[in-house]
């Protein structure tokens, strides 16, 4: 009964906890932390939702997903052109590009995700690479700006806010704060769901499942349309900041900056990408100080991996184990 009782009292406490930390976190930064390093912040926040999109794919599924980054610029892209060409106002905008991409991912991976772990990367980072290319194109320079990008800025309100606001980095650290939370969370509930149990089951022996009578396909195509609305989002947050959008945001070098951001922070779990993402940007920015970004960024990798081969989060979360048994202690028991 003391290990029950001493479960369900850690369920309220682990919940109250992350609301004080939730409202703590959107609200200290704007009044300790200057506009640049909030700015660097919000940049890591949304490469850390990318990066989160891949580490989900990767830990649940054991798919790499290469081309994130199509789906991280190409949500910007049809939010811009959605206004500019179509006349949408910014809340119409927002949702048609975010089904556009739903249907996107939905069509692509329905033909790809029955394919072996190593040509669906390649099947991901050809997809990725033919929009990046479609968008230079000369007969849609008109809708894409070209190799010049697009200025996006919109007229109204979005969520109450105008496009000076998402453009301000106290204004929008809230936004990207609450959208990470929520995704984090998200994605938690569907690891500990039943889809996630499948999608883990697979990872390890698919054969092994569909001869257990397990549906193998449909979890895999679910698991591939979820990530990529969290790509939507991230992408859609970043145009809303930055007020531009790029043939660069479509690169792979967005996608493996993704991916090292997971392998930095941990792919497991919800808070290791998120991490990886923080610590990515703050490191690029110091490292382009110095003159040396390549450089410094190669050398940081090799040891981020050597030091911590299960990310940041994950090596920490192992020291404090074996410093504090306790919390190896099997649940239960006292």
Do not use: C
């Amino acid at each position: 009964m003391s290990g029950r009782a001493s479960s369900s009292f850690r369920v309220p406490a682990a919940i109250v906890a992350g609301a004080v930390l939730f409202g703590l976190g959107g609200v200290l930064p704007g009044y300790l932390a200057s506009d640049f390093t909030l700015k660097l912040a919000n940049e890591g926040l949304l490469l850390g939702l990318l990066a989160l999109s891949v580490a989900f794919l990767m830990s649940e599924a054991g798919l790499v997903a290469l081309g994130a980054a199509s789906v991280y610029g190409g949500s910007g892209y049809l939010f811009a052109i959605a206004m500019s060409e179509w006349g949408l106002s910014p809340g119409a905008a927002i949702v048609f590009a975010f089904l556009a991409v739903i249907a996107y991912a939905s069509v692509l991976g329905a033909l790809i995700v029955r394919t072996n772990p190593l040509a669906f990367m390649m099947l991901t980072l050809a997809a990725g690479e033919m929009i990046s290319h479609v968008v230079m194109l000369e007969a849609v320079h008109d809708y894409t700006g070209g190799a010049d990008g697009l200025v996006v800025s919109f007229k109204g309100t979005i969520l109450g806010m105008q496009a000076a606001d998402f453009a301000s980095p106290q204004h929008f650290w809230p936004i990207g704060w609450t959208a990470v939370w929520l995704i984090g969370v998200t994605l938690w509930s569907v690891s500990r769901s039943r889809l996630g149990a499948t999608l883990r089951a697979v990872r390890q022996n698919e054969e092994r499942m569909r001869f257990s009578g397990f549906d193998t396909y449909v979890p895999r195509v679910v698991a591939y349309v979820l990530v990529n609305a969290v790509a939507a989002v991230s992408g859609l947050l970043h145009v809303l900041n930055t007020g531009f959008v790029s043939p660069e945001s479509l690169g792979l070098g967005v996608s493996t900056n993704a991916l090292v951001a997971a392998l930095m922070g941990g792919t497991a779990g919800s808070i290791g990408p998120l991490a990886g993402g923080l610590i990515f940007a703050f490191a690029q920015d110091e490292f382009g100080a110095r003159g040396a970004t390549q450089l410094l960024t190669g050398v940081a990798i090799v040891l981020f991996i050597v030091v911590f081969p299960r990310g940041v989060v994950g090596g920490l979360v192992a020291a404090v184990r074996r410093a504090v048994p306790a919390f190896d202690r099997p649940r239960g028991k006292s």
